[in-house]
């Protein structure tokens, strides 16, 4: 199985920043895509990074330019690295990566809180 393990969230003002890590458990799997969502109080989930396999990146047009996402392959890490933060921000983060064994499944993690004050 894979368990995917968030941390890193919590209250920052506006401006700030913070780095988000999911640590990913599962040694005979190979993970490929590995992504960072949120999700808004109230709001659908939305998609912020994600990262391939090779290194390529893809970023939400809200967060580009403020977040880089990061991998550690050694260490099945990724990493979020929220600079600039907004109150618009806010939200639950989640972890979520294709693990692949022949097949490939997504997993997800069960989210870290961040809070943007002004």
């Known amino acids: 199985q894979v368990q995917l393990v968030e941390s890193g969230g919590g209250l920052v003002q506006a401006g700030g920043s913070l780095r988000l890590s999911c640590a990913v458990s599962g040694s005979s799997f190979n993970i490929a895509t590995m992504r960072w969502y949120r999700q808004p109080p109230g709001k659908q989930r939305e998609s912020v990074a994600e990262?391939?396999?090779?290194?390529?990146?893809t970023y939400a047009d809200s967060v580009k330019g403020r977040f880089t996402i990061s991998r550690d392959n050694a260490k099945n890490m990724v990493y979020l690295q929220m600079n600039s933060l907004k109150p618009e921000d806010t939200a639950v983060y989640y972890c979520?990566?294709?693990?692949?064994?022949?097949?490939?499944?997504?997993?997800w993690g069960q989210g870290t809180q961040v809070t943007v004050s002004l």
């Open positions: 990262i391939t396999s090779a290194g390529t990146t």
């Open positions: 979520n990566v294709d693990a692949c064994r022949g097949v490939c499944f997504r997993y």
